[in-house]
């Protein structure tokens, strides 16, 4: 039971804090005189990116540095699996033939050379830099 509460708490608190956070970053942009767009894009993705970033600075300074890569790359692939998934639902996406051609390659080359890094189940040194 204690561990219920303690999960709903902890997803209370995520969404509070994020409300509060988009709220501030919003009015502190408008009262700068940024553009409305770049006010939502940013403050999307910092508000997407915070408790990652939250929880792989706590597993950093807690010495799991492979737990705040994996944070990292998990929560990529979740972030872009899901948003595509759902916006493709929603509405079939139209694909800039640049985005066939030279993201797409360069996306998949990155994803097989992190296989390639962890296969010995670890990330050394080297490979991080």
Known sequence: MIIWLTLLSGLVL?????EVLVKGASRLATFFGVP?????LTIVAFGNSAPELTVSVKDAFDGEAELAIANVV??????????????????????????????????????LVLVLFVQDGQLGKIEQS
Not at 74 to 94: K, T
């Open 14 to 18: 995520l969404i509070l804090g994020a």
């Open 74 to 111: 998990g929560s990529n692939i979740v972030n872009v699996l899901v948003m595509l998934g759902i916006s493709s639902i929603i509405l079939p996406l139209a694909i800039a033939n640049q985005l066939l051609r030279q993201d797409l390659p360069i996306l998949v080359g990155l994803s």
């Open 36 to 40: 409305s767009l770049v006010i939502g």
